[in-house]
DNA sequence: TACCAACTTGGTAGTCACTACCATGGTGGT
DNA sequence: ACCACCATGGTAGTGACTACCAAGTTGGTA
């Protein structure tokens, strides 16, 4: 039914949505995330405090919005059938990481930068960094739901949901390094380095790009927000 | 300084720290974690609400409590140096865990059944599982301390970060799992499965006997607890 | 025994995240 | 011009959590 009812609502709704989640991060960053309620957030973006928490849930959501989940699990099903797990996952990981590394043009809410500032919160802050780490998990049992039919017995579920998970670990360290780093390093390599220090050096996949990444833009075009 | 002032009062303190746990735990199973408010769980462990956050500073510590991370921690240090890290930590957390799955004598808030009836809160409830995840983050940090001089440059540190990861990323997945099957299997065992189906079935040590354990007594007598 | 210090507990009031419930005004289609 | 829809705003309330302070108890000491 009304497919995108009209462009104009749904586009003030994005906008706003974007107004309110980018004055939240940066007054997050500048005066802390403990310091700065709510009401804060909404007077900064020129609306009431029940705006916000219509568009976002929680408070911690003004920061997280991770919804590049179904991007991997697409990934991971589109890699063909027969190489080890560990590997088509983490190259699932490191091909989506550099569509989040890309400019994003005018949308405030995406680009490197403003990762980058999210990622600091969450690294910086118990409460972000504890949702972040759960929605790894629930990326994880996403990974495990999309292989589907390969992983039909519980035996090989299993596997599938250690091999996700472990992964998924690897990916938030090297995450946490490339924070750390300020962004200065491509952020592909970094996963990439960090699936090898997990599962030996052979996942530097000697056939593929993404190890040394060109530009640091995606295999895509797309950069995958919607 | 006064050190264990007088076994009386540290001992009357744990009594109701005990008691509290345990009312908190039983009434979040019988009524649900969000439906339980903390002045329910004082009601009925016959204190103050004050005195609930007093022992717990937040309602999500009267299930988590973990505090077996130094545990883990000193078996690492104490395992030989040459051996490849995954390997040195998933056996401390094998060995680990079966010392803590013993019966907990006379405290109500240990043993397997305490265990796992926290365990099913942890996974079910969001916040809790949040929190969960980031104790293991923590452990993970602690992991590399505890290494030392053996991750001295960065870059060690950052493949040691990324073992102790992905190797609690298997524990984590090896107990949502024990939990599943209601803790019939014995836990080192479902650990050492976990860590072989991430890290390749060279995990099975065939020289140990963390894969097959006797009854699920840890190695030493102590339960771990305080 | 009398006294003091430390510790544990309890109470009150307040902040803040979050959630109903309902009112209003602008948007889009008919 | 009418109406359905939807985004926004207000009010009141719950519950977690945090000061700030009061009281009783315990342990050691003069």
Redesign the interface.
Known sequence: MSDRHSTLRTQRRVQTQRAIQAHAVRLFTERGYDATTVTDVAEAAGVSPMTVYRHFPTKEDLVLVDQNGRLVAERIVASAGTRPL?RRIGRALADSAAALTGDGGDDPTAGRGFLLARLRLMIST?AL???H??N??AL?QAIVDALGDEAADPEAA??A???A??????L???LV?WAEEDGRTELPGVIT??LA???GDDMADPSGDAGTPDTGRGPSGDTGRR
């Open positions: 560990v118990p960094r504890a949702r780490l759960d790894h998990y994880q299993f596997r949901k250690v091999a998970g472990a992964c998924l670990a690897a938030h360290t090297a390094r380095k960090a220090a997990a599962f």
